[in-house]
Structure formats: structure tokens, C-alpha cells
């Protein structure tokens, strides 16, 4: 049995969003997989938002879902890590770079390698190697910066939007950014 840890920040709008869609889809679709959400910032217990627990009832999810902070165990228990942005992943894989292999944004993994992960995977390479000259205090050419600015407006946004804070509607604006992934990783299971 496949099992999915969906990530955000707080773990109290979008990933709880993700799991419980999860669940309810995937149990629709027949499919075996557990599920879990954490948050890398997201203290143990909390609530998740009223707009995210309204979305799930709506949709007929379960909404009992209490925050969770990552941590080891729950990084080493998933088969597939979905952070909702990249800087979700970054974070993650710098608390724990065992996981690199397994963790990617939800919509880097669903919408497959279009090329946009060889140009993310340059772009992350020519930060690392900025980052290091300007650490050792060598200027940064103009031509190194064009290449980023190249890269930044080639690399495809492949965040989740985070409603936080926002209305009900801005909420279901998400949810069905979520829903409509879900299904497609749906399908990208159903063909692995």
C-alpha cells in the first residue's frame, strides 16, 4: 500500500485539504493508499481551518484532521512526500536529505517532466554555485545573473496557492487547484 504525506507550512489549510481529498478520491477510485499532512512549520494538534474543515464536509472528506509538525517519522514512514511549494521541498530536504528521492512539489510530480525539472534542477545548481561564490566574496558576473533571470522566468509555477487568511471562496479556489491534481495523480498511480 502506497503511502502519501502531503506538506505545507502550518499543515492547517492546503495539506489537510490534500489529505482528506486524497482519501475520499482514491477510496472513490478503489485505490488502496494511507495518507497523511504535516506542515514544516505546524505545531502538533491544532485545528485545521474553518474554511479547510467546510471544504471537506462539503466535498463528504472527513475533517477530522488535527495539525502535525514534520518530523522523522513521518518523512521515513511516506513511499511519496507532495509539498504544496518548492520552498515546502527545499525545506524539507534540508532537515532531511534522505528524502530528495522521494519528494517533490504535487504539481512536479503530476504534471510530469516537461523539461520544467531540467530547468528547475539548473536553476537550484546556479543558486548553489552563486550562493558559494558570494560566500567566498567573488562578485557575480552579469552574465551569471542574466542566466538566473533566464531561468526564473522559464521555470513554470508549480505551487499550490495558499488561501491563508483569505475568504471562504479563495478556499475553494484552492480546493479544487488540489482536486484537480488529485485526479491526476489518481491517474498516474493507477498507470504505475
Keep these: 500500500m502506497l503511502r502519501i504525506l502531503f506538506v505545507c507550512t502550518g499543515n492547517t489549510c492546503r495539506s489537510p485539504l490534500a489529505e482528506g481529498l486524497m482519501r475520499k478520491l482514491a477510496g472513490d477510485a478503489g485505490m488502496a493508499v494511507e495518507v497523511r499532512s504535516a506542515g514544516v512549520y505546524a505545531s502538533n494538534g491544532s485545528p485545521i481551518s474553518n474554511h479547510s474543515a467546510h471544504i471537506l464536509r462539503e466535498k463528504g472528506a472527513s475533517d ?13 514512514w511516506a513511499d511519496l512526500i507532495l509539498t504544496m511549494t518548492q520552498s515546502h521541498k527545499q525545506a524539507l530536504i534540508q532537515h532531511f536529505p534522505d528524502v530528495v528521492g522521494k519528494t517533490f512539489t504535487f504539481k512536479e510530480y503530476t504534471n510530469g517532466d516537461s523539461g520544467a525539472s531540467l530547468i528547475q534542477q539548473e536553476r537550484e545548481e546556479l543558486i548553489a554555485e552563486l550562493s558559494l561564490k558570494q560566500a567566498l566574496g567573488h ?28 475568504s471562504l471562496e479563495r478556499y475553494r479556489m484552492t480546493a479544487a487547484e488540489i482536486e484537480q491534481e488529485i485526479h491526476k495523480l489518481i491517474s498516474c498511480l493507477h498507470r504505475s
Excluded at 558576473?141 to 542566466?147: D, G, M, P
Excluded at 533566464?150 to 488561501?163: A, G, M, Q
Design 64 to 76: 477530522a484532521i488535527r495539525s502535525s509538525s514534520i518530523h522523522s517519522d513521518n518523512v521515513q
Design 139 to 166: 562578485e557575480i558576473t552579469e552574465a551569471e545573473k542574466e542566466r538566473y533571470y533566464e531561468l526564473e522566468r522559464r521555470v513554470p509555477n508549480i505551487d499550490i496557492s495558499d488561501p491563508f487568511g483569505g
